[in-house]
């Protein structure tokens, strides 16, 4: 079975920086893209970043591009986020989603990053 | 960037049959947008119902299903149960990694 778990949310001040982290268990994990996604209070999926199986390949969301890095560890079967310049608008529960070369997807329980001074 | 498209609410009756669909502004959703669709309830983490257009989670109960229909994505709900009621996103991939979601359906059961 698939497990995802999050960590590293906490409140941080705007302008500041966040590492978040996602340990995987239940799978290969080289295998598996790994995707964050973020939700802000009371809207909807926002699909933040994306990074291959391998690494080569990183893809961002418009809105966090520049701002953000995603990165992964295969030998810890972790992924990360990096996140700096941090606004307020970044408040949300951060998900990790493991996405498998059949396109399947297993979802984390969330970490909620909250920005505000 | 890709806008993709969905009802902002529907309302089914129990025992009813649903239908959500997923539009893109880039033109018809085809197969190679590898369409996911996830059910989200109150204070919970989002769950996959469909992948792949039209597979199947291993829980996914069979009264869901998904397809492709006059360029749309589409999930069918038949035989809503209360515990249906939830929010629907469904999400796509273009260029095979870039990846959108749409704005999500609330559905009620009523």
């Known amino acids: 079975e698939v497990h995802l778990v999050e960590s590293g949310g906490k409140l941080v001040q705007p302008g500041g920086s966040l590492r978040l982290s996602c340990a995987a268990s239940?799978?290969?994990?080289?295998?598996?893209?790994m995707t964050w996604v973020r939700q802000a209070p009371g809207k909807g999926l926002e699909w933040v970043a994306v990074?291959?199986?391998?690494?080569?390949?990183?893809y961002y969301g418009d809105s966090v591009r520049g701002r953000f890095t995603i990165s992964r560890d295969n030998s810890q079967n972790t992924v990360f986020l990096q996140m700096n310049t941090l606004r307020p608008e970044d408040t949300a529960v951060y998900y990790c989603?493991?996405?498998?070369?059949?396109?399947?997807?297993?979802w984390g329980q969330g970490t909620l990053v909250t920005v505000s001074s | 960037q890709a806008v993709v498209t969905q009802e902002p609410s529907l309302t089914v009756t129990p025992g009813g049959t649903v239908t959500l669909t997923c539009g893109s502004s880039?033109?018809?959703?085809?197969?190679?947008?590898?369409t996911s669709w996830f059910q989200q309830k109150p204070g919970q983490a989002p769950s996959t119902l469909i992948f792949?257009?039209?597979n199947k989670d291993s829980r996914t109960p069979a009264r869901f299903s998904g397809s492709l229909l006059g360029g749309k994505a589409v999930l069918t709900l038949s035989r809503a149960q209360p515990e249906d009621e939830a929010d629907y996103y469904c999400?796509?991939?273009?260029?095979?990694?870039?990846?959108?979601f749409g704005p999500g359906t609330r559905v009620t059961v009523l």
């Open positions: 999400f796509l991939s273009f260029d095979g990694i870039r990846q959108v």
């Open positions: 990074i291959s199986g391998s690494g080569g390949s990183l």
């Open positions: 239940g799978i290969t994990f080289s295998t598996y893209a």
């Open positions: 989603a493991a996405r498998a070369k059949n396109h399947s997807v297993d």
């Open positions: 792949n257009t039209n």
């Open positions: 880039t033109g018809a959703v085809t197969r190679s947008h590898y």
